[in-house]
Every structure is written in structure tokens, then in C-alpha cells.
């Protein structure tokens, strides 16, 4: 966890739930403005606990994707870097 340039976690539905507690964790370690958040979810009314983690990450790096692949693969390109930690 020290030596990552990014951490990335990757949700779909309530997939988040699990994940959640750890972004917390990164949050408390003031780890925050590394944290980047890819929920993919079927549309925004499927989205749990978006506001609870929108309020974790800084707003460019909470993405939430609903039928959009083309955009998680964007994402993913951007993001994967050899220190970058996958969740």
C-alpha cells in the first residue's frame, strides 16, 4: 500500500459495499487524493453508496458508469501505471 502511486477500485453494484470500508481506511491514512473510484452499476438509481464515497475521493476521481465500456476502458488505460494498486 506505501509504495503505490494510485490506488484504483473497481465496483459494479453493490460491489461498493466491500470496497467502501477499505477506501475509508485510505481516507484516514490521508491517502485520499490517490483513491480513484470506477463503479459501474446499471444505471444511477442502482448506485449504492455513491454519496457516502463521493465524499471520500475528490470529485474527478469518483466515476460512475452505466453502459458505457468504452469509458471504463478509458479509465483503465489512463489509470494503469506499474505502481498503481487494483482493488
Wanted: with cysteine.
Amino acid at each position: 500500500v506505501r509504495d503505490a502511486e494510485k490506488h484504483v477500485f473497481v465496483a459494479g453494484g453493490v460491489g461498493i459495499t466491500v470496497l467502501s470500508t477499505m477506501i475509508e481506511d485510505l481516507c484516514f491514512q490521508n491517502q485520499s487524493d490517490i483513491v480513484h473510484v470506477l463503479h459501474c452499476v446499471v444505471s444511477p438509481a442502482h448506485a449504492a453508496y455513491t454519496e457516502q464515497v463521493k465524499t471520500m475521493v475528490p470529485d474527478d476521481q469518483f466515476h460512475l458508469i452505466h453502459h458505457d465500456k468504452t469509458r471504463l476502458y478509458e479509465l483503465l488505460d489512463a489509470l494503469i501505471t506499474p505502481k498503481t494498486h487494483f482493488y
